[in-house]
């Protein structure tokens, strides 16, 4: 049972556009999000994250929202650029022991 | 450089043996974390370790035993692997557990592959 779903698979935009990336989840307790970026053969590395007190949290190009109502998190990159061209994995804190709840990915692409 | 680093970057045996996967931080983290990317491309958390002491332990066969012999190291040790082990395993680290919110800082994982 996924608590914490990307309903899109991947996502194709030209460069300088925006690109909005989308998260759902279950569980209305989940404090604290996060978003990762993967490229191929690497880890995933930290990108942008939110607390549940906040509904917007910016650091330069990238925008995460989080729609607590809703059980929605997305994350904006405004402009993209090809080098945005990667995995993203949305992510949430379960309880007191650091565990992280990981979405499938999202594939994202930025055409030039 | 400080990182997360993982050896080997891949693994390749056959059913039945016994392997394992070491991983190192320097980043001075006391908390480090094993998920596994299965072939779903899910990544799941498996076990995680809090100044050596073992603090999550999801339902993973008894086969799988991690150990920590001290803060900067958490290896996975893998006994009678079988073909369903096949996967990538990304170790992790981070400053405290639950209530601190910092990340988690990845390794780029081992891909396993049982033939």
């Known amino acids: 049972d996924q608590q914490v779903k990307q309903n899109s698979p991947s996502l194709s935009v030209q460069e300088g556009r925006i690109s909005i990336l989308n998260c759902d989840y279950t569980?209305?307790?989940?404090?604290?999000f996060l978003w990762y970026k993967k490229y191929p053969a690497e880890g995933p590395t930290f990108l942008i994250s939110?607390?549940?007190?906040?509904d917007k949290n910016e650091d330069g190009r990238f925008t995460v929202f989080l729609n607590k109502s809703a059980k929605h998190l997305s994350l904006h990159i405004v402009p993209s650029q090809p080098g945005d061209s990667a995995v993203y994995f949305c992510?949430?804190?379960?309880?007191?022991?650091?565990?992280?709840?990981f979405g499938q990915g999202t594939t994202l692409q930025v055409k030039p | 450089d400080t990182a997360v680093s993982q050896t080997p970057k891949y693994l390749v045996t056959q059913m039945g043996n016994d392997k394992s996967i070491k991983c190192e931080q320097n980043?001075?983290?006391?908390?480090m974390y094993w998920y596994k990317q299965d072939s779903k491309k899910f990544l799941k958390i498996m076990f995680s370790?809090?100044?050596?002491?073992?603090?999550i332990n999801e339902t993973v066969p008894n086969r799988f035993s991690p150990k920590s012999p001290d803060k900067a190291h958490l290896n996975l040790h893998i006994n009678s692997l079988e073909l369903g082990d096949s996967a990538v395993y990304f170790c992790?680290?981070?400053?405290?557990?639950?209530?601190?919110?910092?990340?988690?800082?990845f390794g780029d994982g081992t891909r396993l592959s049982i033939l």
């Open positions: 980043l001075g983290h006391d908390t």
């Open positions: 370790y809090n100044n050596k002491e073992l603090i």
């Open positions: 992790a680290s981070s400053h405290g557990t639950g209530r601190t919110n910092q990340p988690q800082h």
């Open positions: 569980n209305s307790m989940f404090d604290y």
């Open positions: 992510a949430v804190r379960s309880g007191n022991t650091g565990k992280l709840i």
């Open positions: 939110i607390s549940s007190i906040k």
